[in-house]
């Protein structure tokens, strides 16, 4: 049975920062691909990046140089460091692991990026 839990969520001002972190149980976690997608009120959960098992990358355009996802396989971790976070990135964010055709989602955790 995999469990995904998020955490590292939190209000921030424009312009901060925060790293979340999304810790799997199971075996499959270093063989596994994971993302991290948000949903903000009113609109569809979108995909903000994803890492392959071996360790490559993708993002969103919006994203792009100021996120970063990475993975430590010996703690079973994927994070997501948001720098120069602005107003839009507003939303709840969730981690995914992709196996064998299965996804596994978290709860989410919620990131507010107001003044």
């Known amino acids: 049975q995999v469990q995904l839990v998020e955490s590292g969520g939190g209000l921030v001002q424009p312009g901060g920062s925060l790293r979340l972190s999304c810790a799997a149980s199971?075996?499959?976690?270093?063989?596994?691909?994971m993302g991290w997608y948000r949903q903000a009120p009113g609109k569809q959960r979108e995909l903000v990046a994803d890492?392959?098992?071996?360790?490559?990358?993708s993002y969103a355009d919006s994203v792009k140089g100021r996120f970063t996802i990475s993975r430590d396989n010996d703690k079973n971790t994927v994070y997501l460091q948001m720098n120069s976070l602005k107003s839009e990135n507003t939303a709840v964010y969730y981690c995914k692991m992709k196996y064998a055709g299965l996804d596994y989602w978290g709860r989410g955790t919620q990131v507010t990026v107001s003044s």
């Open positions: 890492i392959t098992s071996g360790g490559g990358t």
């Open positions: 199971g075996s499959i976690f270093s063989i596994s691909r």
